[in-house]
């Protein structure tokens, strides 16, 4: 059933970046439709800029939340790496105490002098 209006319907999959396009790309014929009466081709303008302030925004909120991600997900990885990294050291310290310490009881227990001493 035809109401006469234009058909302004999109999918709005925010996971489809073709259908982000689609929304940007209605049909606007009808604004230049010189049959029409000029105050309604106005409010369709009208309604047309709103649409795309409204679209703009949604861009703008989509990218900064996008953005938002992948510091976060950069912000942990650089926890994770920092995390290793000291946690890898304190490791490596504690290896290298125990074989010093290993080292000396080996001397001591053989008769010969450590060299710090």
């Known amino acids: 059933m035809d109401s006469g209006q234009p058909s302004h319907s999109a ?9 982000w396009d689609e929304l940007s790309l209605i049909d606007r014929s ?6 029409l009466h000029p105050d309604y081709r106005a409010l369709l303008r009208e309604i047309y800029a709103n ?21 976060w997900s950069k912000a942990e990885q650089d926890q994770v790496w920092d995390t290793f ?3 890898k050291e304190n ?9 010093k310490e290993r080292i000396a ?3 001591k227990e053989a008769g010969i002098r450590h060299r710090s001493q």
């Open 30 to 35: 009808d604004v230049d439709d010189d049959n």
């Open 51 to 71: 649409y795309d302030r409204r679209i703009e925004m949604v861009h703008a909120r989509r990218e900064a939340a996008i953005n938002s991600i992948h510091a």
């Open 85 to 87: 990294y000291k946690q």
């Open 91 to 99: 490791a490596q310290a504690v290896l290298i105490k125990n074989i």
């Open 105 to 107: 009881q080996l001397h």
């Open 11 to 19: 999918s709005r999959s925010p996971a489809s970046t073709s259908t």
